[in-house]
């Protein structure tokens, strides 16, 4: 089965739902601290906004001084340079996205928000399953999780200012790219090819060269527009998601290649989840609150696609063990309303050991 399959995509989308829900109804979400950082994020979603609108404004600005000696009644260069700086702010360079996704190496409130909703995802799960056999519910996630150092070992570990600096080298790389791709698909005769092929290359690996194939040929015709803001949804999801998942994987370490294979792995679940959150962010002035229930989503979302972490103690086998994801099949035959049944062991189903544990085995 496909990791990219509908049905991934479509659970995804559904968690992105029940996550939310569950995620709001977490009383810890409204207590002081949280109310205070939700004022900053407002806030910041109007200088997110003023931010964008400054250079916008300036080229305004300089065209009315402009029409005061020459006439642009007659042209209509103006009103498209405006609209396509606004367009390469916002869909092209993804500035909005870029400084909501930087706050989280000037503030570690998304952090304990994380932390706070993965507490509350374990203690709705017990009180959902009290009357069941505990012997057959899985393992905390918060009670483990929490006693792992963020970002392993404090030896190794960046400064935030070195982690922004790395953030900020993979967005320009990023944003280098999607430019100079904008600016080949305006070239003559093959500028046209640019954008489709792009959209090849992409989705090949993903979904495989028949539906990609598709795509191609449909972005022939497709406007150029239509087609950027595609393929920045996509890429921006995939972002969004290792952001959001940065609590997990800064304390539970996995190396290079195991991380590109767990993401891999799951690819068709995080991109519903991510690109549902995606689509919300993009609400003006809302937008960074949005982030915020997404990283308090996420909590909910770790614990159906990866197993109880066992204690620091025993962990070094432990994102080993995780790269696969064991029980997906499974989990994306589930109906809605039951997609805690994953997280129990049945009767006839013996628990899979992935590392040395003298406590309970997970599965």
Known sequence: MSNFDPNAILRGAQLTVVGAFRALQNPGLFKYEHYRQAAIAVCAGILIRFLIAVPIIAVKATLWSLSLFINFDGVTWDDKLVGGMDFIANSVLQVPFFLMSLMRYITPTLDHMFMDSLQWVDQTYYQKHRSEDPKRLRATYYTELRLYQAH????????????????????????????????????????????????????????????????????????????????????????????????????????????????????????????????????????????????????????????????????????????????????????????????????????????????????
């Open 152 to 363: 392993g070992d404090t030896s190794k570990r960046k400064a935030p200012m070195d982690a922004a600096l790395a953030f900020l080298i993979r967005f320009g790389r990023r944003a280098g790219i999607s430019l100079a791709i904008y600016a080949l698909s305006y070239l003559p005769i093959v500028g046209r090819f640019v954008l489709p092929a792009a959209s090849f290359y992409t989705f090949n690996n993903a979904v495989g060269p028949i539906p990609a194939t598709i795509i191609f040929g449909s972005g022939i015709f497709l406007p150029r527009r239509y087609l950027i803001v595609f393929l920045q949804s996509y890429f921006s999801s995939r972002s969004l998601m290792r952001e959001l998942l940065e609590p997990y994987f800064s304390r539970i370490r996995f190396t290079k290649e195991q991380k590109k294979h767990w993401f891999h792995d799951r690819e068709g679940v995080l991109f519903g989840f991510g690109v549902g959150f995606y689509i919300f962010l993009k609400v003006p002035l809302l937008g960074v609150l949005i982030y915020g229930i997404a990283e308090a989503s996420t909590a909910y979302l770790v614990t159906k696609i990866t197993d109880p972490p066992p204690p620091p103690t025993y962990s070094e086998k432990f994102a080993e063990s995780q790269v696969m994801w064991k029980n997906k099949q499974e989990f994306l035959k589930l109906p809605l309303h039951n997609l805690d049944a994953n997280n129990a062991n049945t009767a006839d189903e013996k628990p899979i050991e992935t590392f040395d544990s003298p406590g309970k085995k997970f599965s």
